[in-house]
DNA sequence: ATTAGTACTATACTTTTGTATACTAAGAAT
DNA sequence: ATTCTTAGTATACAAAAGTATAGTACTAAT
């Protein structure tokens, strides 16, 4: 396990820290903006197309659907398939680093229900 | 442990997600933007002055480091002491919520090292 | 020839986020 | 009176992100 404490020892900040920068701002990109995890998310759900995606998330435009997806390929969070059927097919899928996002995400909700509880006790 | 693959069975994604995704999307918008894990990581570094943050986060204006300690103030993350001396002194400090952030980074970190093993190992 | 299905792209626009530069308020020290 | 310190705010602008609406390319079936 990393620990971001580590930054807090003097020694270390100028040795190490780099590729944890680094890791640390890939994930936060990977995750950026309003549309990642909804669409993350839906291909967890199992669905694959552009149509399902774009149905399944809502008030998405096809443009930010598209740019989207382009972004999570690049990153190699997404797979994208073609196959030459009539009408033509493409599948998104999830590749293993994209799968393995689930622990973020995980450690995400567990934050965010526990800050929920944490906060909601010191108003009162 | 919340598991987000939860979401894969169909029965309980009508019932049960909403405070996941509330969770989740509070703990989005608590690390969103390009300034919010630098401020938090210079807090956990122990700085605690306007001043002080502003010398250690590169290039950050104080119209930025204002609003963005604000937002965090607001989100429960900062909280923010004033001294009444002369010249005024002011604190900000990581809430218990804040400093539970560090298990979040952590996976984040844990991700992004993985992912980029992974990504250079499937280029060759 | 027209319609329909899939998977997008183009253009123009609005909103949000970030930058640059200068300025303010309050009291203490000189 | 003016200068110093801390902790910011004001104003104007630029860039990035997101929206709205319409249109394209391909093929197959009617």
Redesign the interface.
């Known amino acids: 396990?990393?620990?971001?404490?580590e930054?807090?020892d003097r020694e270390k900040?100028q040795q190490c820290p780099r590729?944890?920068v680094?890791?640390?701002?890939?994930?936060?990109n990977?995750?950026?903006g309003k549309w990642k995890?909804p669409i993350i998310?839906s291909l967890?759900?199992?669905k694959t197309r552009f149509k399902d995606l774009q149905d399944n998330i809502d008030k998405i435009t096809p443009r930010m659907l598209s740019k989207e997806l382009k972004e999570l390929e690049i990153n190699?969070i997404v797979e994208r398939k073609v196959y030459n059927q009539t009408p033509v097919l493409i599948e998104y899928l999830l590749t293993?680093?994209g799968k393995?996002?689930?622990?973020?995400?995980?450690?995400?909700?567990?934050?965010?229900?526990?800050?929920?509880t944490?906060?909601i006790k010191?108003r009162w």
Request: overall charge negative; hydrophobic content about 45%.
């Open positions: 396990m990393s620990d971001f404490k930054l807090l900040v590729h944890y680094l890791a640390l701002t890939d994930t936060l990977v995750m950026n995890l998310a967890l759900h199992g190699g293993e680093s393995n996002l689930t622990s973020v995400i995980d450690s995400m909700i567990d934050w965010g229900m526990l800050h929920r944490e906060t010191s």
